[in-house]
């Protein structure tokens, strides 16, 4: 993590987290103490999350567990599946928009997973959890182990992902299954995302597609927001936003994000 200049961070009105990896652990629960950040961060910032995943991830693992005053949501905003929807809270989470997948185009992306599958000989684990293949709505998103894992496993479904990911083979065959889906979907963008993810979406969706997103929907120009994101490297699923002149800071997990709010605060 590189020093921050704090004067800049606290001049920022909008600050824009990612939320696997950044805010909560892969797939897991958010904390107690990051909720309380996150709390005294609404009293005086507004704060904008992003991610991957869709909005009932966002509700399970982020909204629940957070313990704060109903008229400070006011000043949280939820864009989950990479910003291809948006959520706001007015008496209840509203969504605001959602460009979702056509069934065709769900159908095309299924069919391709299952070819490519069949194509390299790919088994799937001994054992998985829940849907292997999940239809986001506005994406679709195949997963080693299924999208189940770590609800049902808890940390030891968190440590299965990381392991698999670091055996070079697996990297090796998960590139090659998106390699393969992006040959047979020339018109949508596979992303090679998390430890063991590949998402498919409609083509330009990233994270700066996100951001743009944030900035014409907020109406908060780019240089008034700051991001924090665990995956600011080439390749990362954050690094996208580097192209947008958002300023930044890159995190390894959810403890140097909790370092990064106190210093805003
Ligand atoms: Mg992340």
Redesign the pocket.
């Given at each position: 993590m590189k020093p921050l200049n704090f004067k800049k961070l606290q001049k920022k009105d909008l600050f824009v987290f990612?939320?696997?990896?950044?805010l909560i652990e892969t797939k897991s629960p958010l904390e107690d103490d990051m909720s309380e950040l996150i709390t005294w961060l609404l009293k005086v910032k507004k704060v904008a999350i992003i991610?991957g995943g869709k909005y009932d991830i966002f509700q399970e693992l982020f909204i629940r567990k957070l313990k704060c005053p109903r008229e400070l949501l006011k000043n949280l905003f939820l864009f989950p599946t990479t910003a291809t929807s948006f959520y706001r809270y007015n008496n209840g989470w509203k969504n605001v928009y959602a460009k979702l997948l056509t069934i065709s185009e769900k159908n095309k992306i299924k069919k391709a997973f299952l070819d490519v599958f069949r194509e390299m000989g790919y088994n799937h684990p001994k054992k998985t959890y829940g849907q292997i293949i999940e239809d986001r709505g506005t994406q679709v998103s195949f997963s080693v182990y299924g999208q189940d894992l770590v609800r049902v496993l808890g940390d030891k479904g968190v440590r299965i992902k990381k392991k698999w990911i670091k055996d070079k083979n697996n990297l090796k065959t998960k590139m090659k299954i998106a390699r393969l889906m992006a040959k047979k979907l020339p018109n949508l963008k596979v992303v090679a995302a998390g430890f063991t993810t590949i998402d498919v979406t409609r083509r330009g969706i990233d994270k700066a597609y996100g951001i743009h997103q944030i900035q014409k929907h907020l109406r908060i120009p780019i240089n008034n927001m700051f991001f924090i994101?665990?995956?600011i490297f080439p390749g990362g699923?954050?690094y996208a936003i580097v192209k947008t002149g958002v300023d930044y800071a890159a995190v390894k997990g959810p403890a140097e994000t909790k370092k990064i709010i106190l210093q805003i605060l």
């Open positions: 990612d939320l696997d990896g950044t991610g994101g665990d995956a699923n954050d």
